[in-house]
């Protein structure tokens, strides 16, 4: 949108100086489309903090941003000074003078308009900032910025509020009907600045017509009119990425957080009236507030054929499993599940979650899975000093065609799918449970292996073919997965070893994960370290090479009894010690020779990742050298594609 009044004639490459350089020979439409570019990555340093995010102490020329592309020439100023877009989309976060510069070079282009909360919620930062250039704290300006909105009502293109009165709501939306406008953001955040709330009632019947909204983020408290009743009519024929969002968090505004059931009626309704939505993400972290979305919606079912990506966060009584089969009856491509459990809460209540996640893998084919279990010791934001747990049980399925083609290591792979920045099919089931601590030895309330359990009937109906594992594990939860890979996962073929995407990097290496190939509970060694039962199989078998060695029979049932190739990854960015180096192999030929000593020979070992520098690669030369000989004598093949990156 907006459009480039350029001052010059058109720019033929042709008619270029010989000796003049690339960049001047380029037209004023591609340099306006690279100055759209820049502007995306060096924002103006606005009056909300918005874009300052990203910046430490900001210099004078990072306040600038953007604006600096005008003081390289003649020429780049004069196709800035037309990019009425750009100058659009910061009249509203620029102090008054400079606003109203900003507003005359924008022409018509449509405005961002962002008003600022009537409390002050400014960074040190910012306020030193404003201070050091007069330009008054955010909240200062409202008053100036509500009035500007007011006076182009029609050129609104993006609006951001968070605590409207209900006469401000009238004066700002009173025309009805918004062409221009494009993302739409509404908060209910009124936090102590002495503004009431308004409710439905107060808003009394306003209705906002926006045919061309693709993008819209709403806080689960709105005044929302449900069908004819009173607050705001939402009519967004054309809405495509909706978010609703309620969080009971310590920074977060009790009024955005629902207090009843019924402040949530309107959910259902707008989410099934939008046809054609593609992505929805829904976050309700309500406590202990039951929903019951069946009543809400008066059993109305949605029927989205566009919807491609589902992302639902809260807690057990939010119910978003019944939320999730009322809109999205027919299982989007990519859903994405989690689960916020407390103390009190039931372990019963993942199981219809792992429901959905069964039949997404069913319905999409996806036969790789990721599963991972972290456990991390934290202090309470709401109570400050307070201790308490916090334990994470990922399981990530997705076709395990997209590993054919990884352009990237598998860990950013992960990091992209669990960031939704990547759109192959997928599904994603995540269940957080927080508790008291009480000491490293006594998580009685953290049963993340019982989780484990209730996916793993989606595991053992679908084909998983490819099984990922991480370094991060406790002996509860490896025995737990030793069950699930015995009885479940019969089929896999690949197991990949990756760096945890989960949490903060941990002492053990990848290739600890190998340890689940190694049922301790069948033999005597069960009370022995990796490194120990190493060893002592290294010694034993020195005189003779692994592949002469005959299998050894068992009773029981195997561990990934079909699996053929073993993909492990090396990362070595700084070396110390080559202790660390050291690790990461005997972890590896450990579990290659238990698995040829009991019959289950490894067919490939692929081995993958590198080093940042050809130094630490010289360092580790001879050890690899050593290693790779010795994995050879335990696999048919070895394919090393590490590299120096």
Same mark, same amino acid.
């Given at each position: 949108?907006?459009?480039?009044? %350029?001052? !010059?004639?058109?720019?033929?490459?042709?008619?270029?100086? $010989?000796?003049?350089?690339?960049?001047?020979?380029?037209?004023?439409?591609?340099?306006?489309?690279?100055?759209?570019?820049?502007?995306?990555?060096?924002?103006?340093?606005?009056?909300?903090?918005?874009a300052s995010a990203l910046l430490k102490p900001p210099s004078y020329y990072d306040c600038l941003g953007w604006t600096r592309l005008s003081a390289v020439c003649r020429r780049w100023r004069a196709v800035l000074l037309g990019a009425a877009q750009l100058w659009a989309d910061v009249v509203f976060g620029l102090p008054p003078d400079m606003a109203v510069l900003a507003l005359t070079r924008s022409g018509v282009? =449509?405005? /961002?308009?962002?008003? =600022?909360?009537?409390?002050?919620? %400014?960074?040190? %930062?910012?306020?030193?900032? $404003?201070?050091?250039?007069?330009?008054?704290?955010? !909240?200062? !300006?409202?008053?100036?910025?509500?009035?500007?909105?007011?006076?182009?009502?029609?050129?609104? &293109?993006? *609006?951001?509020?968070?605590?409207?009165?209900?006469?401000e709501y009238h004066c700002l939306l009173k025309s009805g009907i918004f062409d221009a406008l494009t993302s739409l953001?509404?908060?209910? $955040?009124?936090?102590?600045?002495?503004? @009431?709330?308004?409710?439905?009632?107060?808003?009394?019947?306003?209705?906002?017509?926006?045919? !061309?909204?693709?993008?819209?983020?709403?806080?689960?408290?709105?005044?929302?009119?449900?069908?004819?009743?009173p607050g705001l009519h939402l009519v967004l024929p054309n809405l495509r990425r909706l978010k609703i969002c309620a969080s009971l968090s310590w920074n977060v505004a009790r009024t955005s957080v629902p207090t009843s059931a019924a402040q949530l009626r309107w959910? =259902?309704? *707008?989410?099934? &009236?939008? %046809?054609?939505? +593609? +992505?929805?993400?829904?976050?309700?972290?309500?406590?202990?507030?039951?929903?019951?979305?069946?009543?809400?919606?008066?059993?109305?079912?949605?029927?989205?054929? $566009?919807?491609?990506?589902?992302?639902?966060? &809260?807690?057990?009584?939010?119910?978003?499993?019944?939320?999730?089969?009322?809109?999205?009856?027919?299982?989007?491509?990519?859903?994405?599940?989690?689960?916020?459990?407390?103390?009190?809460?039931?372990?019963?209540?993942?199981?219809?979650?792992?429901?959905?996640?069964?039949?997404?893998m069913r319905l999409h084919s996806l036969d790789s899975v990721y599963l991972s279990q972290t456990s991390l010791e934290l202090?309470?934001?709401?109570?400050?000093? @307070? =201790?308490?747990?916090?334990? /994470?049980?990922?399981?990530?399925?997705?076709?395990?065609?997209?590993?054919?083609?990884?352009?990237?290591?598998?860990?950013?792979?992960?990091?992209?799918?669990?960031?939704? #920045?990547?759109?192959?099919?997928?599904?994603?089931?995540?269940?957080i449970s927080e508790y008291p601590s009480l000491g490293p030895h006594e998580n009685i309330l953290s049963n993340p292996e019982d989780t484990l359990n209730l996916v793993a009937p989606a595991l053992s109906r679908n084909e998983i073919k490819t099984l990922i594992l991480d370094e991060g594990s406790t002996e509860q939860w490896a025995n737990a997965m030793r069950e699930v890979m015995q009885s479940c996962l019969l089929s896999v073929t690949t197991l990949y070893c990756v760096n945890s995407v989960t949490s903060a990097s941990t002492e053990k290496p990848c290739t600890a994960a190998l340890r689940l190939l190694h049922d301790t509970n069948k033999d005597g060694t069960r009370n022995r370290s990796p490194l120990?039962?190493?060893?002592?199989?290294? #010694? +034993?078998?020195?005189?003779?090479?692994?592949?002469?060695?005959?299998?050894?029979?068992? /009773?029981?049932?195997?561990?990934?009894?079909?699996?053929?190739?073993?993909?492990?990854?090396?990362?070595?960015?700084?070396?110390?010690?080559?202790?660390? @180096?050291?690790?990461?192999?005997? +972890?590896?030929?450990?579990?290659?020779?238990?698995?040829?000593?009991?019959?289950?020979r490894v067919r490939v070992l692929r081995i993958v990742g590198g080093w940042t520098t050809e130094k630490l690669r010289k360092r580790t030369a001879k050890m690899d050298s050593k290693m790779l000989t010795r994995a050879r004598t335990l696999v048919d093949e070895v394919v090393d594609e590490r590299t120096v990156s």
């Open positions: 949108m907006g459009c480039c009044l %350029s001052l !010059h004639k058109p720019f033929g490459i042709g008619a270029a100086k $010989a000796g003049a350089s690339p960049i001047s020979r380029l037209p004023d439409s591609i340099l306006h489309s690279v100055f759209m570019d820049v502007a995306d990555i060096e924002p103006v340093y606005d009056i909300h903090g918005l282009a =449509p405005l /961002n308009i962002i008003i =600022p909360p009537c409390q002050d919620m %400014s960074s040190d %930062s910012l306020r030193k900032l $404003a201070s050091r250039k007069k330009w008054q704290l955010p !909240h200062t !300006h409202r008053e100036r910025l509500l009035n500007l909105a007011v006076n182009h009502l029609h050129r609104i &293109g993006q *609006l951001s509020v968070e605590d409207l009165s209900a006469q953001d509404l908060e209910y $955040a009124y936090n102590e600045s002495g503004l @009431v709330a308004p409710s439905r009632e107060d808003i009394s019947d306003l209705r906002i017509v926006a045919p !061309h909204v693709r993008t819209a983020r709403f806080s689960a408290t709105l005044p929302i009119a449900c069908e004819n009743g959910i =259902p309704s *707008l989410i099934c &009236g939008s %046809s054609m939505l +593609e +992505e929805l993400d829904i976050e309700l972290l309500i406590g202990d507030l039951v929903v019951d979305w069946e009543l809400l919606s008066g059993g109305k079912r949605g029927h989205l054929s $566009a919807l491609r990506d589902v992302d639902v966060r &809260g807690s057990p009584g939010a119910h978003l499993d019944q939320l999730f089969d009322l809109i999205a009856p027919d299982m989007p491509m990519n859903i994405t599940i989690a689960l916020h459990m407390m103390e009190l809460d039931i372990l019963e209540t993942p199981e219809t979650y792992a429901s959905i996640l069964e039949r997404s202090t309470s934001e709401d109570e400050p000093g @307070v =201790p308490f747990s916090k334990t /994470n049980v990922l399981v990530e399925a997705f076709p395990s065609t997209e590993l054919r083609h990884l352009e990237t290591t598998l860990e950013s792979y992960l990091c992209r799918i669990m960031t939704r #920045s990547l759109k192959a099919a997928k599904a994603g089931l995540l269940v120990t039962r190493l060893s002592l199989s290294l #010694s +034993e078998s020195a005189l003779l090479p692994a592949v002469t060695q005959e299998p050894v029979s068992h /009773n029981y049932r195997d561990i990934l009894p079909s699996l053929i190739t073993i993909v492990v990854t090396m990362n070595i960015m700084r070396l110390k010690n080559t202790a660390d @180096v050291s690790t990461w192999w005997d +972890e590896l030929i450990y579990a290659l020779r238990y698995r040829h000593d009991v019959g289950l």
